[in-house]
């Protein structure tokens, strides 16, 4: 505020003049920020304090960050410490000036001049940015006291100065310990220095000084260390290192001494500490000859063949035994090395013995010489014999390698060795004759057969080959070639792996079906390289040996899903679908269990229909073919089980279809337009039901093709209304006029043969008129997905919305089929008449009444041995109904058609009473009256349209009253027109005068929802219903 008292640069402030003056900081949200100041020509004294610090640790740390307001506060401390023991510790000056007007401030390091006052320290001079360093010296001893001199120096001058405390903590020395880094040397001049003894000739020395506080200090290289040879057997080199002398008295330097000592310590004392290193020589080569090949034992123990002395021939062969020459050498200190791989090996008579490489080859009768060279040394002879005596086979043992829980695992082809082991009378073995002889055929010797060669061979090599699975275990037998004798068996399990798109049945490893009490339990696997999308596979049996009692679905398996079990007996379909699946490997799809009721050895096969799997985002699709890894024979017998301890079978539910991800837009508009062509100008190649990709089968492809509709749709890349008309009709199967999952899932039931296509619904209600006994048709035609007319195991049955209250169904073809529980509605059977046609002929008794009602239709299917019934998936209701079972799935009624029966039936012939007051509002399109009749139904006067799904309410029907009794009471009813359009006010109040009151009439200015809801529960109640 006053420059003349203090001038501001950057963020230093200085006092030019005495008085006051104010400081303001500039910018932002700090402008009103001020302090004041007082410039004084009074002198102000000062002290300096000196500190040396090694260590600074936080003893209370202080936060990352603190509130913006005056009010913050916070605490942090730390704690110093001077740690200084060792030569080469070092720490940091610091000082601070202390004003006597009770201020402070750090002094920079570059306006510090430190010195020592003792020669135990180094000092190095501070910087800007590092403080004033000292550190203990080499050869410094333990003192304390202030040893660190600081002055404070401000142009040339010493403002103030101040001694440090230091304490150099060495501790004192009490021992040395030294060591060698190799155990023993030798001379370069003798042959143990040679590989493959290679013992050094030269070792470093480490040298440990121990003090008094426990720590043990490495001074190997420190120049206060001497090293010295006591003796002329070695020199010292490379400060600490000793190396033998090339020529040396080897009967007198048998080791290396070495004298290492360090002056240390205040007052200094000198340690010292001996070392002595054995100095080791070649002293003999030694040659013996063990059986070839080796095995355990052959070298250690064993008189009769430690060492070798006499190769004997093979019995069954003219083949020798082998041996092998082993070279040692002994060592001064008693130690020994093989020597063999740097030998030389030479036979006095090849003819009998052959020598290649350490090989000994007996190849006829006589005896040998085999001497050894290595380096300088040349062994004794040794003796080795070659007799025709024979070496007799004492036993055979066959093993096997590579297998997964005693099995053969794998696809065809899959081969595996066998080891063979033999013993000799003379106490020599073949480990593995197969592979370690190889002087001697195998065939010469042994004889190899197996019980199953359709399923595994085995040749004279010892090779397994699988080929084929095998109801129970194949015996691989060896016996002595020359007579067949001394027979020796072992066993494993043959099973075949799938390869990529094939299906394998029962347990990977062991047998491939095993019955466990009555069952035989059959897991359904396939091997996928890709993606699996989409598959539908059937397994066959012999329904006199096996019946299907339960699927279940596979681990790996979470798209839609069924199976179907018993349609007909002799075959189990499984089929699945999920266009996400991003699954590959070998998948369990499903476990099947049989129960087993006939004593024999049955076939389970197979057959693939159809699989889908995309390869790096490439479709590949196969089948129909049947599977291979998974055919194969059981061995059954049937036990006898009660029915209490017979599993139940527990339908599995289908998941529902999810849109599939793993397709892009792009994909999935290529597949609808271009492979299967389906949008609006789609080529339909043929009629077949179902068939979605145009190729001529109806297959569970198709709901894969199906799946992937459904996801363009969900996407909006695809719209129903833009696919062609046949196409719409094949995606929707239950006939509700819209494509939607419930489709995929029913499509999928039919492909596992558990429902069927419904092709055709024909209605003739010419006869029902009201007051007649005239009958009402319904005939369903029904084909499987194969376009066949469906015949057996199937029924119709269908739900009347006419209430057995008014009248009993009177059938003509059919049967009753009861009532349902809640409404009271009719519920009729269908026959099958042929050809696929199931039908109804029925007529209200006495008569029908004038009403409208609707019906719909229940397709419910059993299998082969009339079971199944228990299965959600074999029984689908259409548009719903509240029939059992499907009252307790929670479904509602919807009419599929809607029958009128026509005619004004006046059973009463007194005139109806006067109509109370009736005022029509003016029409403000809110619904102006309705009323229930007895069937249920609600009838709307009004202009006010309707939504589709509103209750139970026929849509622009002109109503009129009509009269009639139920019970002992009178009710009047609207009853629907053809006649008549959209109800005017006026006309509504003409049918009011014309056919006397209502029931129930209101006006009311009530929603339809509310109006339902109300005159529902009154007509209820008022009909007792």
């Known amino acids: 505020s006053d420059a003349a008292v203090a001038s501001v640069s950057g963020a230093l402030l200085t006092g030019v003049s005495p008085g006051p003056a104010s400081v303001a900081l500039g910018g932002g949200a700090t402008a009103n920020a001020t302090t004041s100041v007082e410039v004084s020509e009074s002198v102000v004294n000062v002290t300096l304090t000196a500190v040396v610090v090694s260590e600074i640790a936080w003893a209370s740390q202080p936060p990352s960050s603190v509130a913006a307001s005056a009010a913050s506060e916070f605490t942090a401390s730390a704690t110093l410490a001077q740690d200084l023991q060792l030569e080469g510790d070092s720490a940091g000056v610091y000082a601070w000036a202390q004003y006597s007007d009770g201020t402070a401030r750090a002094v920079p390091s570059t306006q510090l001049l430190v010195t020592a006052t003792t020669p135990y320290i180094t000092l190095t001079a501070g910087t800007a940015s590092a403080p004033a360093k000292m550190a203990i010296a080499l050869r410094a001893s333990r003192e304390c006291g202030e040893l660190i001199d600081v002055q404070w120096g401000v142009c040339g001058a010493v403002v103030a100065s101040d001694s440090a405390t230091v304490t150099l903590d060495l501790p004192q020395p009490e021992s040395l310990t030294t060591t060698s880094l190799s155990s023993k040397l030798t ?38 260390v001497t090293y010295e040879s006591l003796d002329n057997c070695a020199v010292i080199e490379s400060f600490n290192y000793v190396r033998v002398r090339y020529s040396i008295n080897k009967s007198v330097c048998t080791q290396v001494r070495v004298r290492v000592s360090i002056p240390l310590g205040s007052p200094t004392v000198h340690i010292e500490q001996f070392l002595t290193i054995p100095i080791v020589y070649v002293e003999r080569l030694y040659l013996a000859a063990y059986p070839y090949p080796s095995f355990f034992g052959s070298t250690s123990g064993g008189a009769t063949f430690n060492p070798r002395g006499t190769l004997r021939k093979i019995e069954c062969t003219s083949y020798y035994q082998h041996a092998t020459a082993v070279a040692t050498v002994a060592l001064t200190d008693g ?15 090849p003819a009998a013995v052959t020598v290649v490489g350490t090989r000994l080859r007996g190849t006829s009768a006589g005896a040998t010489n085999i001497t050894a060279r290595w380096a300088s040394f040349v062994s004794d002879d040794y003796s080795l014999a070659v007799s025709n005596e024979l070496a007799r086979m004492d036993s055979l043992a066959i093993g096997f390698t590579g297998l997964n829980d005693q099995t053969l695992l794998g696809s065809v082809g899959t081969q595996k060795s066998l080891r063979l082991r033999i013993n000799f009378n003379d106490g020599t073995q073949f480990q593995n004759y197969l592979t370690d002889v190889d002087w001697i055929p195998p065939a010469v010797l042994i004889g190899l057969a197996s019980s199953a060669s359709s399923a ?34 072992n066993k494993l399990y043959a099973n075949l792996e799938p390869n990529s798109g094939d299906v394998d049945l029962g347990s990977r490893t062991r047998a491939q079906f095993t019955q466990v009490g009555a069952y035989v339990d059959v897991p359904v696997r396939i091997k996928a390289n890709g993606k699996l999308k989409n598959f539908q596979i059937d397994v066959d049996i012999d329904p006199s040996v096996f019946e299907a009692e339960s699927c279940v679905i596979g681990t790996d398996w979470s798209g839609i899903w069924d199976c179907t079990i018993n349609s007909p007996t002799s075959v189990v379909s499984l089929v699945g679908n999920d266009a996400d699946s991003s699954r ?37 699709r196969s089948g129909p073919t049947p599977l291979f890894a998974g055919e194969g024979d059981a061995v059954v017998s049937p036990v006898a089980v009660s029915p209490t301890s017979s599993p139940s079978p527990s339908p599995t539910p289908t998941p529902s279809p999810s849109p599939p991800t793993s397709l892009t837009s792009a994909q999935i508009l290529n597949l609808v337009r271009n492979v299967w062509k389906m949008d609006s100008a789609c080529d339909v190649k043929n009629d077949v039901l179902g068939d979605l990709d145009g190729d001529g089968f109806c297959s569970s492809y198709d709901v ?22 046949v196409i719409q009709q094949r995606l929707n199967v239950n006939l509700d006029a819209a494509f939607k999952a419930t489709d995929l899932i029913y499509l999928l039931y039919v492909v596992s043969r558990k429902l069927h296509f419904v092709t055709d619904v024909s209605v003739d209600s010419s006869g029902v008129e009201a007051g007649t006994s005239g009958n009402l048709e319904i005939a369903v035609t029904l084909k499987d997905y194969l376009g066949q007319p469906v015949t057996s195991q199937t029924s119709i049955r269908s739900q009347l919305s006419y209430l057995r209250s008014v009248g009993a169904p009177q059938l003509v073809v059919g049967s009753d089929g009861g009532v349902t529980a809640v409404e009271n509605h009719w519920v009729l059977r269908a026959v099958h008449v042929g050809e696929g046609v199931y039908k109804i002929v029925v007529h209200a008794s006495p008569f029908w009444l004038p009403r409208t009602f609707g019906f719909n239709l229940m397709l419910e299917t059993t299998n082969a041995l009339g079971g199944g019934t228990d299965e959600s998936s074999r029984y689908y209701a259409f548009f719903g109904s509240t029939a059992a079972p499907y009252d307790e799935l929670g479904t509602s009624f919807l009419a599929y058609r809607t029958i009128v029966v026509g005619g004004i039936y006046n059973p009463s012939p007194s005139p109806p009473p006067a109509p109370p007051p009736f005022l029509v509002t003016p029409y403000d399109g809110t619904v102006l009256g309705a009323i229930v009749d007895p069937s249920g139904f609600l009838y709307v006067a009004g202009n006010d349209p309707l939504p589709a799904d ?3 309410a026929p849509m622009q029907f002109s109503p009129y009253l009509s009269r009639m009794r139920v019970g002992g009471e009178e009710y009047w009813a609207f009853l629907p027109s053809n006649d008549d359009g959209l109800l005017s006010d006026a006309r509504i109040v003409q049918l009011l005068e014309a056919h006397g009151r209502w029931k129930e009439f209101v006006t009311t200015k009530e929603t339809s929802y509310e109006l339902n809801k109300r005159i529902n529960q009154q007509a209820v109640d008022a009909l007792g219903l």
């Open 187 to 224: 001379s370069p001049s003798d042959a143990a220095s040679v590989s493959p003894v290679s013992l050094p000739t030269r070792s470093y020395i480490r040298a440990l000084v121990n003090f008094d506080n426990g720590q043990a200090v490495d001074f190997s290289t420190d120049e206060r």
């Open 335 to 349: 130690s020994s090395k093989a020597v063999t791989s740097a030998t030389t090996f030479t036979s006095s008579a």
């Open 456 to 489: 595994i061979s085995v040749s004279s090599a010892g090779i397994l080959t699988l080929l084929g699975n095998h109801h129970e275990q194949v015996s691989i037998t060896a016996t002595r070639a020359c007579d067949g004798s001394r027979p020796v068996t």
């Open 584 to 620: 590959t490997g070998l998948l369990t799809l499903a476990t099947i269990r049989f129960r087993v009721k006939a004593a024999t050895r049955s076939t389970i096969s197979g057959t693939i229909r159809d699989l889908t799997q995309y390869v790096n985002n490439v479709e590949v």
């Open 704 to 725: 894969f093709a199906g799946s992937v509709v459904y996801l363009g749709i969900e996407l909006g890349v695809v719209t129903y209304a833009g696919l062609c008309p």
């Open 950 to 952: 509103f209750g139970k």
